[in-house]
């Protein structure tokens, strides 16, 4: 394969970053199974029945890195469930790209976690509320959820491992405070998202869950002040979600999440010329930029 080199003007912490068309930062689903069943979720990809074809997911890696790729996030599903999680993220360090793990954080022990530290530069974990009950009611375990996200946090520090979390904003939280619960786990990044609702995935929690664009940002304005102590809050409400994040499946086909749908490119960075794959891509550069999508990788 022709493994053609994207260039890229980059300069780190400028307001006026051009990333064009290299894709700087791309995630990857890799597993659509998960032990958890947060009933708001729109990764479970029910629309995708081929899409776990996984058997030249390592060389994605480096393809990636030759198109300029800086960042690799691996997510799910739960991607601790998946048995090539820990090879994957030593096959990104080899290939000198940042790498990171979006978790509910259930299946981590301070072994797991020590074992791949080496290879793993930041860990994402998803805290939606200070209340176990409403964790719960969620669909996010059952009863202890915060406890295990306080563990893992202080492993992190002592691995040095940089830690962020999202939450997304529903009707169950809207009216919550986590400020308390945020500087305790001393994160690097605090990400807060507004449900978003994709066609066939999590559509049928819209009236329950859903909440208004008012709600929405005055739980942002109420976290705000995190970053007094050091936390960089970022915002995402549905139209910053959207045309904003590089998917690519384990097959090497990007998912686009365009109004509201899911849709899947015809050609592959495995089996295709890879400029040619990733322009069949639905992502909008300028928006990527705006919502803080370069930061200190």
Known sequence: MNKKAFKIDFEQGSSSVSCGDVPISVNIPVTNKCNYDCSFCFGKFKQLPD????SRIMELPEILSSMGTRKITLEGGEPFLYDKTSELLKEIKRCGMTSCVITNGSLLTEGKLKSISSDLDWLGLSVDSTSEKIEKELGRGNGDHINQVKKIANWCKDLDIKLKAN??????????????????????????????????ENDHCKDKLGISDREYYRFVERHKSLEEKGIKVVSEDNDDMTDTYLMLLPNGKFL????????????????????RA???SIWDSRKFIERGGIYEY
């Open 167 to 200: 939450t997304v904003v529903t009707e169950l939280n809207k009216d919550e405070d986590l400020k308390g619960l945020i500087k305790e786990l001393d994160l690097e990044r605090y990400k807060i998202l507004k449900l978003l609702i994709i066609q066939g």
């Open 51 to 54: 899409w776990v074809d996984d």
């Open 278 to 280: 990733f322009k069949e």
């Open 256 to 275: 686009n999440n365009h109004g509201g749908n899911y849709s899947v490119s015809q050609r592959s960075i495995l089996t295709d010329d890879p400029e």
